[in-house]
């Protein structure tokens, strides 16, 4: 495995995993921008599994490299949902959304490039 691929797979765990960690705990951040965003709150867990979710992905993807794969795509669809959010309400605060996607898109190209 490549140095690349290991570091970034986990940067990207672990920064989906502690935003979804805030998520399910009922943190008020989320809810907040929830609100900004004019999604309900009853969707921020749901939000906070599928976060999880790819989380628990990546890190298997160490293991069945095709299950990393599908978790990447599928975080990356998760950052253009969000980010499509962020614009429709016209917030231009992306500086977390980008740090969050540019980090799931380096994973998935790295990710594709190490195993295929």
């Known amino acids: 495995m490549s140095a690349a691929y290991v570091?970034?797979?986990?940067v990207a765990a672990f920064l989906t995993?502690?935003?979804a960690v805030t998520y399910l705990i009922g943190h008020e951040y989320p809810k907040a921008q929830a609100d900004l965003?004019?999604?309900p709150r009853k969707f921020v867990?749901?939000?906070?599994?599928?976060?999880?979710a790819g989380s628990l992905g990546l890190l298997a993807?160490?293991?069945v490299p095709v299950v990393g794969t599908i978790a990447a795509a599928g975080l990356v669809l998760?950052?253009?949902?969000?980010?499509?959010?962020?614009l429709r309400v016209g917030s231009r605060d992306l500086v977390g959304w980008a740090v969050f996607?540019?980090?799931?898109?380096?994973t998935l190209a790295?990710?594709?490039?190490h195993n295929w």
């Not at 996607?101 to 380096?106: D, G, I, K, N, R």
């Open 101 to 106: 996607s540019v980090t799931v898109v380096a």
């Open 78 to 86: 998760y950052f253009i949902g969000a980010l499509v959010a962020h």
């Open 37 to 39: 965003k004019r999604i």
């Open 45 to 52: 867990p749901v939000l906070g599994a599928l976060l999880a």
């Open 17 to 19: 995993g502690s935003a």
């Open 61 to 63: 993807g160490f293991a």
């Open 7 to 10: 570091t970034l797979t986990i």
């Open 110 to 113: 790295v990710g594709l490039a």
